[in-house]
């Protein structure tokens, strides 16, 4: 049962030994739920965007912001789409720099920097919200 | 016992560039290199809740790098790209939901994403310029 709660892959695909025998699977599975998870969020800030951001400035844009559901569609398109293209730019990598001892410092430092990139764009989204 | 024999070169596939462009495999490489312009997509979108949550003046700045001619070439790609890929991920994700895999489907599907994306592209820019719509 444990075994069934940790995977979407089926039992008989396993039996079979198909799809990756690393951890490949949760890969390409995460990189398609956070593509899922940008969909509606990236057509929400679009449209937010050029009703609010492009016309009216910095108020507009803060008072657009500053909406509990704009914040929450904000904080849901930067994380998933951070970590999307940390997906992204991995399997391009591994497909285009082939010595491991290049792609794996490489991989981590892109990786650092999405994750500053995270943490900078979260705590400005919290502080535009709270108004402080 | 015969000394081992030098493993000869294998012969290896052609790259991108030897193959006739095709809608299916331009459609294909420009999603990547979308996915990767994204890169700057993003720091360009963190930039500007940097700048919004750093107040009026530093917004301000942000705006002038944006409106100016370097900026404006930045945005225009970061918007094709953004929308390009968003239109064509949705493409990708029905294949991997096991729809329009046929050839004539992903042709089909091809040629109605690339006029969706050029006419969204049309609205953003149009609006972005203050065009009522």
Redesign the interface.
Known sequence: MSEKTKSLRSPLGVARGLGSAKSGFEHWQLERITALMLIPTAFYLLIGFLNHVVAGGYSGAMYWLQSPLSATFALLFLLAGLRHLTCGLQVVMEDYIPKERIRLPLLFVVKFVIAAMAILGSLSIAKIFFGV | MPAPTKMKARPRSPHLQIYKPQLSSVLSITH?VS??G??LG??V??AW??A??GG?ES??TF?SYAQSFLGQIILFGFSFA?LYH?CC??R??LW?AGYFLEIKDVYMTGKVMVPTVLVLLLI?WL??Y?VSL
């Open positions: 990547r996915g990767v994204l890169t993003a720091v979108f963190v809740l940097a919004l949550a009026a917004y301000a705006l953004f968003l991920g949705i990708h994700l991997d953003v609006k972005a203050g």
